[in-house]
């Protein structure tokens, strides 16, 4: 049996009741057959970039996220837009893995919780790809759950199930991924 491709999802929001993390949990329990979606629970508790802190001073659970990453068949990426930019923890996140090289060429695709947030979106997109991460668009999933009821959510992402729309954006990632042979 092939092993099961292994998507590492990165959360930009802390909130408990996070729609991003929705729509990353939903993805999660729709995922395909031979898919595994798995939400990284490390970006809240990685301390502050600082290049001093790389090479053999990186902390332990720098290197615990990074080993995740490595292990990733492709990176899933949802964060909600603070102040016309990116949530600093999904940042910070990013940047210890700028220097090392998990990253370069690693499939990514961005999920996003809201009708609005292009500034976030944008900013996104570029650090992603100068951090050489191969962008997967066709993969693109914006599904609003912004200013929804839990109710609200849970029948927007019903019908996003219903419609196929969930899994079809999974297989067009892994299709890519698979394309590439990460
Ligand atoms: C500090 C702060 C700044 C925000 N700035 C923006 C913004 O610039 N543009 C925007 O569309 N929404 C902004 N929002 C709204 C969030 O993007 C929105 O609440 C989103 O749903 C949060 O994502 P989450 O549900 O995953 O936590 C801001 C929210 C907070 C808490």
Not at 8 to 20: E, H, I
Not at 39 to 65: K, M, Q, S, W, Y
Not at 141 to 159: C, F, M, N, P, Y
Request: aromatic share 6%; net charge negative.
């Amino acid at each position: 049996m092939e092993k099961p491709l292994f998507l590492y999802a990165l959360c930009g929001s802390q909130r408990k009741a996070s729609t991003n993390r929705r729509l990353l949990e939903a993805l999660r329990d729709n995922a395909p057959a031979g898919v595994v979606v798995e939400i990284c629970e490390l970006i809240g508790e990685l301390p502050i970039f600082n290049p001093d802190r790389e090479g053999e001073n990186t902390p332990a659970i720098v290197e615990e996220f990074a080993a995740k990453i490595r292990a990733a068949n492709g990176i899933i990426v949802a964060c909600p837009e603070y102040a016309h930019g990116l949530p600093g923890g999904l940042k910070n996140a990013l940047d210890w893995l700028v220097s090392r090289d998990e990253v370069p060429f690693k499939p990514a695709m961005i999920a996003h919780a809201s009708h609005r947030g292009d500034f976030a979106l944008e900013q996104l997109t570029e650090v992603l790809k100068t951090m050489s991460l191969r962008l997967v668009d066709e993969a693109f999933l914006k599904i609003s759950l912004l200013g929804k009821t839990d109710g609200g959510q849970s029948d927007v992402l019903a019908e996003a199930v219903k419609s196929g729309l969930l899994v079809s954006v999974l297989v067009k990632f892994c299709a890519a991924i698979n394309r590439v042979g990460v």
